[in-house]
């Protein structure tokens, strides 16, 4: 039938019979209640006047049963089987149909070849028949879950259908092994965990294989009560340095504290004052407003409990409030670098400077505002047009000012250019720089030099 190939067989094996046989694979696996195809290629290059193929049917430990032979084109069956076996000649594939549990076994395909003497071969098939595998379920006990290092987990693997089941557990996709706290019994269809532990958490599925399919069960993620783990407070504001948070004076400061458990912890904070502590507040977060705190450091316990696995950590902190002022100036010039800090120094001595000498220069104000009081309300409204405001009648006397002849002598002063900063221009810097001149003296007596 295939004669190049055979060609090629014979002086591949160096002798030739003249008859090759051959199948594709040695074992089928079938389903149960289907039909199954069993393929049987042969071969000769001999003239051949009748070709037989005969069908046999073993299993271990019973007599071979003759299932259907053929010479040339005509069939000849046992009549026991005649309805389940089919062959067409020359084909020597085999069809049961269908396919009974007690078909398993080994089939034989023998074909002999009458021409110029008798030429024979034979093959022999393996055939195992199973139901396919249903969809597995896994059940978890107990299923309210389990305390970590105290309770075990026990999950069980139930499939309905299929035969020959192999399990396997797989954990986040990947095949769960025998270890210190994993278990199997000995068909591996029940996992145990012995003891349970944070890193149990997991996705888990029970896979379970036969040789005609595979089915896989949902995820299941056991619940395991752990914790707490990892407790922190951190806070919004302030500087933290260990244990140590520093706030500034006035600023409400939010405390939050965390950790990792499950069920979610519940949180308590302790405030520590002198030899006594008591409880001040529940729950996660916690504000401290700082203008209520005493200057002195203040301790506080954050404190977390697990109320299903019993376990609670806490941990410790205290808050130092700075005042503004000086120790904030202070604290800047440390966090900035030494070259900004002295630039700083400088222009604000620069800037007191100039502030000084343009109240010195200015110190009689009040006799300038007295005689502007003598000017007549005409000049007021003139004044107002100065201004690009609509409604400034609470700035007469600053405009007026402007209008004095004396401020044409006034020096740019390096002060002008600081103010110009606010946005004022033009005619407005006038006015400023009045401004300027009368909460100067009040500054200075906040501040003293
Ligand atoms: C098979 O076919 C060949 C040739 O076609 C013929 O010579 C032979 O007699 C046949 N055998 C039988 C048993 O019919
Ligand atoms: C035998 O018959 C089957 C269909 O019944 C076919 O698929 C197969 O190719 C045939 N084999 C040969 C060698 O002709
Ligand atoms: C038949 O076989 C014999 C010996 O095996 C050989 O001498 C003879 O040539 C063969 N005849 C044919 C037609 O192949
Ligand atoms: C968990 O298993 C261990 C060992 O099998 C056993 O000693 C222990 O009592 C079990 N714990 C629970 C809560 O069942
Ligand atoms: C477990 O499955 C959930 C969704 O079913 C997924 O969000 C989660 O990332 C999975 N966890 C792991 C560790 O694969
Ligand atoms: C059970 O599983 C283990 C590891 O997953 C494997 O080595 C063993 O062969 C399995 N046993 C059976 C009966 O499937
Ligand atoms: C705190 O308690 C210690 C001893 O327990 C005592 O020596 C100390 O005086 C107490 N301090 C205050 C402020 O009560
Ligand atoms: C644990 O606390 C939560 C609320 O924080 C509550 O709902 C739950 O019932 C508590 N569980 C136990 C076992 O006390």
Sequence with gaps: MWPGVLHFLCFAAGTCSGLTVMVPSHTIHGIRGQALYLPVNYGFHTPASDIQIIWLFERPHTMPKYLLGSVNQSVVPDLEYQHKFTMMPPNASLLI??????????????????????????????????????????????????????????????????????YQWLKNGRPVHTSSTYFFTPHNDTLHITPVTKGDIGNYSCLVKNPVSEMESDIIMPTIYYGPYGLRVNSDKGLKVGEVFTVDLGEAILFDCSADSYPPNTYSWIQRADNTTYVIKHGPRLEVASEKVAQKPTDYVCCAYNNVTGRQ?????????????????????????????????????????????????????????????????????????????????????????????????????????????????????????????????????????
């Design 97 to 166: 149909n269908p396919l009974q549990l007690t078909d398993e076994g080994s089939y034989i395909v023998k074909v002999n070849i009458q021409g110029n003497g008798t030429l024979s071969a034979s093959q022999k098939i393996h055939v195992t028949v199973d139901d396919p595998v249903t969809k597995p379920v896994v059940q978890t006990q107990p299923s309210s879950g389990a305390v970590e290092y105290v309770g075990n987990l026990t999950l069980t693997c139930l499939v309905a259908g299929g035969t020959r089941l192999v």
């Design 313 to 449: 950590d806490e941990t410790h902190f205290t808050v130092i409030i700075t005042s503004v002022g000086l120790e904030k100036l202070a604290q800047k010039g440390k966090s900035l670098s030494p070259l900004a800090s002295i630039t700083g120094i400088s222009l604000f001595l620069i800037i007191s400077m100039c502030l000084l000498f343009l109240w010195k220069k200015y110190q009689p104000y009040k006799v300038i505002k007295q005689k502007l009081e003598g000017r007549p309300e005409t000049e007021y409204r003139k004044a107002q047009t100065f201004s690009g405001h609509e409604d400034a009648l609470d700035d007469f006397g600053i405009y007026e000012f402007v209008a004095f002849p004396d401020s044409s002598g006034v020096p740019r002063m390096p002060s002008s250019s600081v103010l110009a900063t606010d946005g004022v221009s033009g005619q407005d810097l006038h006015s400023t720089i009045y401004e300027v001149i009368q909460h100067i003296p009040a500054q200075q007596q906040d501040h003293p030099e």
